[in-house]
């Protein structure tokens, strides 16, 4: 309006300048032409200041929407849902450890993701049957004789969380192994009374992490052990979540220890049956870790209720049959605040399909939900190519995503970082910023106390 405005007011000025000079050569219709158009710019200059107000009043409104909200149009008779927030997140790992105990390149990771436009960090703080922080739990359980710190003796979790809420970003730890340790390990050594095993015995199993021993979910030992490490970690640190994966979960092939298997007994008045999938058996199963999470979600809300309780399972069918995890019914009862999908596929078509799931389109109307993408791992890298056609098909569904693991993202990565690093821009080319949880209950501390 403004520039309609001054080209006006230069058109009444030059014909003003005609005027004046009784050029009689001009022809009628011209200066027709330049009453109307003295006579316009009238007008526009008295309406001028009101526009102006409009235009202004309009672009506050517009600059105070929330980049990080993804709002999306609701059916026409529809309750209102709440904006859902766009995930852009990171895992960073034991492989990333190299970064993580090095404060300057914890801040270089933490710019770097901030001005890719990334949003959450999902650090890991236990793994292999140990924790990744100063933890007066894991010291007396007798489990971890050692204790995890940054090249100068600082303690690792607190550093990324204070630099990752300095550049804005959500720091939500990341519970990895769940239920699942090393046999090796102290914890398994040290308390094999935890542990739960098959019908033939054996106590292990083979997964991506090599052999692996599995702590009995229905034990109230086990399950206090879990419990308070977690709780440890929401009062003591200034997280904004807590996060648990497929592992908190237990392969369809365990539960035959002996504490399992009197407690079946007890409530149902007959023993587990040897086909280790019977339907009943595995609901039984199933309803007991699903229990569990209910409880474990209830004591995490009574500390901090606004903190994020994150799922990152596998897809739901899969889940249920082979590691008895209803994270559906988790969802249905309330208890997750953000689901993350582990699809590391890298074919195109079965990922586009296993994101399309009808399970996935339900939860994403009701929680912020995200697809988690494999960016590269120790023995095989990821192309650019295949993560940005995998981050397109999540956008194009309206979901969010997150990167397994940070070291992968370019700095182990078959492209040079910096090709990597500008493609990142492009997917992620506007800023998705997420609201930390309002703290309503004190931290009773800001670090955790050392063992």
Not at 22 to 29: D, E, F, S, T, V
Not at 103 to 132: C, E, H
Request: a positive charge.
């Amino acid at each position: 309006m403004s520039i309609l405005y001054h080209k006006s007011y230069q058109w009444c000025e030059v014909a003003n300048v005609f005027k004046h000079m009784k050029l009689r050569l001009i022809p009628q219709a011209w200066w027709r032409m330049y009453r109307l158009q003295r006579h316009r710019g009238r007008v526009l200059k008295r309406l001028f200041p009101l526009l102006f107000l409009v235009s202004f009043v309009t672009v506050l409104l517009v600059n105070s929407l929330t980049p990080a909200i993804a709002q999306e149009a609701a059916p026409s008779g529809s309750i209102p849902q709440p904006p859902r927030q766009e995930i852009r997140g990171v895992w960073m790992t034991n492989n990333d450890f190299d970064t993580l105990r090095n404060r300057a390149k914890v801040q270089d990771a933490v710019n770097q993701l901030r001005r890719l436009n990334f949003n959450t960090i999902y650090p890991v703080v236990w793994n292999s049957g140990y924790v990744m922080y100063p933890s007066a739990i894991a010291k007396g359980a007798g489990i971890q004789p050692f204790v995890l710190r940054g090249s100068d003796g600082h303690d690792i979790l607190a550093d990324l969380i204070a630099q990752a809420h300095r550049q804005n970003l959500l720091a939500i730890p990341w519970f990895e192994f769940g239920f699942m340790a090393p046999p090796t390990s102290e914890l398994a050594l040290n308390h094999p009374d935890w542990l739960t095993q098959k019908r033939d015995g054996s106590e292990t199993s083979i997964s991506a992490a090599g052999e692996v021993a599995w702590l009995n979910p229905f034990h109230p030992k086990v399950q206090q052990f879990i419990s308070d490490l977690v709780l440890e970690i929401v009062t003591q640190y200034d997280v904004d979540g807590i996060q648990f994966d497929d592992h908190m979960s237990l392969p369809y092939e365990f539960g035959y220890d002996k504490y399992t298997v009197a407690l079946y007994s007890q409530e149902t008045k007959n023993n587990p049956p040897a086909n280790a999938q019977d339907a009943a058996w595995m609901r039984w199963r199933a309803d007991k870790i699903t229990a569990f999470m209910v409880q474990l979600n209830q004591a995490v809300k009574a500390r901090k209720p606004n903190v994020i309780f994150s799922v990152s399972p596998n897809y739901y069918d899969f889940a249920y049959k082979f590691q008895l995890q209803d994270w559906l019914s988790w969802v249905q009862q309330n208890i997750v605040d953000e689901l993350i999908v582990q699809v590391y596929r890298p074919n195109l078509a079965s990922f586009t399909a296993t994101i399309s799931r009808p399970e996935i389109q339900q939860v994403q109307q009701i929680i912020p939900t995200g697809i988690g993408i494999m960016a590269g791992s120790q023995k095989s890298s990821v192309s650019m190519q295949q993560i940005s056609s995998q981050v397109r098909a999540a956008q194009e569904r309206g979901l969010g995503v997150a990167f397994f693991y940070y070291q992968s993202l370019w700095n182990s990565a078959p492209e040079p970082a910096k090709q990597r690093q500008a493609t990142f821009q492009t997917l992620f080319w506007t800023p998705a910023l997420r609201a930390r949880a309002r703290i309503e209950l004190p931290l009773s501390t800001t670090s955790a106390q050392e063992p």
